[in-house]
Nanobody, 122 residues
Framework: QLQASGGGLVQPGGSLRLSCAAS????????LGWFRQAPGKEREFVGR????????YYTESVKGRFTISRDRAKNTMYLQMSSLKLEDTARYYC?????????????????WGQGTQVTVSS
């Protein structure tokens, strides 16, 4: 299971760090990813990290603002978000991919957390 946490209300330009903790199963050999879904919109890929943290990839809209990292010893992944914008408001989900590198497509992930809400508002 995956448990996402760290969401909340933040002003534009602010920062948040999301965590995704795994329990009951090790995902040390799996790529991990973050997705988000805003009301009325489809789930959107945010970024991913490979099994050893050596490769990361981000959707264009968050490049330079978001950073994904993982602590394999703690079986935890992080999403550091800065310079947040109104359009970053969404429920953020973490997921474990079937493969070691991860993917930009949600269909390639078979374990999902319950999500954590991020609201950017003044």
């Amino acid at each position: 299971q995956l448990q996402a946490s760290g969401g909340g209300l933040v002003q534009p330009g602010g920062s948040l760090r999301l965590s995704c903790a795994a329990s009951g199963r090790l995902f040390s050999n799996n790529g991990l990813g973050w997705f988000r879904q805003a009301p009325g919109k489809e789930r959107e890929f945010v970024g991913r990290i490979s099994w050893n943290g050596g490769v990361t990839y981000y959707t264009e809209s968050v490049k330079g603002r978001f950073t994904i990292s993982r602590d394999r010893a703690k079986n935890t992944m992080y999403l550091q978000m800065s310079s947040l914008k109104l359009e970053d408001t969404a429920r953020y989900y973490c997921a474990a991919a079937r493969g070691a590198i991860g993917s930009n497509h949600y269909g390639d992930y078979n374990y999902w957390g319950q999500g954590t809400q991020v609201t950017v508002s003044s």
